[in-house]
């Protein structure tokens, strides 16, 4: 009995569904400070992305609309080869369940968990397939990451939302990839936040949410005296991804939130 008191201490010790970012996983955050309470669903679970022992990055997750709220990440991006593995959030379940990312056919073949019980709080490989104009869309993308580890990370289904896939693999890959490499220039630090607005729509039969926007927003460290900022946003039914401030696109999450005012980062970030 002893021995199972104390596992389970050690279980929710190091917890990868934690109580706050701020106690659990803050390096992920400009100032350590995560975006304040505007954005925050019903049924919120923080989540610190742990691979192989290691946290990768952060998640704001919404257990009943089953997408990420948002995910907050460093941007280091490296070469490397596309993970091929999806991976699923354990303890989404309970915190009795491991606290790294596993695949779905581990859960259900070494944990005796069935596929209800993991689709509960969160989506399964199930609610992805046979899309039409959809695909699976990475908040935090693995081509920011500079390792195979890091990479295989963002491959969490806790990271994703259906996203239309000309934006995808248009506009917003666009963005990814070439606008941030020009933005970071003579940056030393840049902390990412990407996130989805939900939407009226679902997929696989009303269980996950298809969000109404996508937006990305960035913060970095030229100096300990220099920081610059920039963000943008994209309607997920359009090819088109617009520039704004940092500034601009908290008050357009305000609005379309309809609740208290977005911050996003810490007031040091410049919002003009």
């Not at 990768?56 to 009943?64: E, H, M, Q, S």
């Not at 969490?156 to 995808?168: F, S």
């Not at 977005?262 to 970030?269: A, E, I, N, Q, Y």
Request: glycine share 6%; hydrophobic share 30%; proline share 7%.
């Amino acid at each position: 009995l002893l021995l199972q008191v104390s596992a389970s201490c050690l279980w929710l010790g190091r917890s990868e569904v934690v109580t706050s970012f701020e106690s659990s996983c803050p390096q992920f955050f400009f100032r350590e400070t995560p975006p304040n309470e505007a954005l925050e669903p019903e049924s919120p679970a923080w989540i610190c992305q742990r691979y192989k022992n290691q946290y990768y990055f952060a998640t704001l997750y919404d257990t009943k609309r089953r997408i990420p709220v948002y995910s907050a990440y460093l941007y280091q991006p490296g070469p490397g080869t596309r993970p091929k593995t999806w991976l699923v959030e354990p303890q989404l379940m309970g915190p009795i369940y491991p606290k790294t990312m596993e695949r779905e056919w581990t859960l259900l073949n070494y944990f005796n968990v069935s596929l209800e019980q993991l689709s509960k709080s969160q989506a399964i490989l199930q609610d992805y397939k046979n899309l039409t104009g959809l695909n699976r869309g990475h908040l935090n993308p693995s081509s920011h990451h500079p390792d195979s580890s890091s990479r295989t990370a963002t491959f969490t289904l806790t990271n994703i939302v259906p996203q239309d896939e000309k934006l995808n693999g248009g506009a917003w890959n666009n963005y990814e990839q070439q606008t941030m490499i020009r933005r970071t220039q003579g940056c030393n630090t840049t902390y990412v936040i990407v996130g989805a607005v939900p939407g009226n729509n679902y997929i696989a039969k009303g269980r996950v949410n298809k969000p109404s926007h996508i937006w990305s927003s960035a913060c970095c460290e030229v100096d300990t005296n220099h920081r610059k900022a920039w963000a943008v946003i994209a309607e997920n039914d359009k090819n088109e991804v617009q520039l704004l401030t940092l500034g601009e696109l908290e008050d357009v999450l305000t609005q379309l939130y309809g609740r208290d005012q977005v911050s996003l980062f810490d007031s040091d970030c410049p919002r003009e």
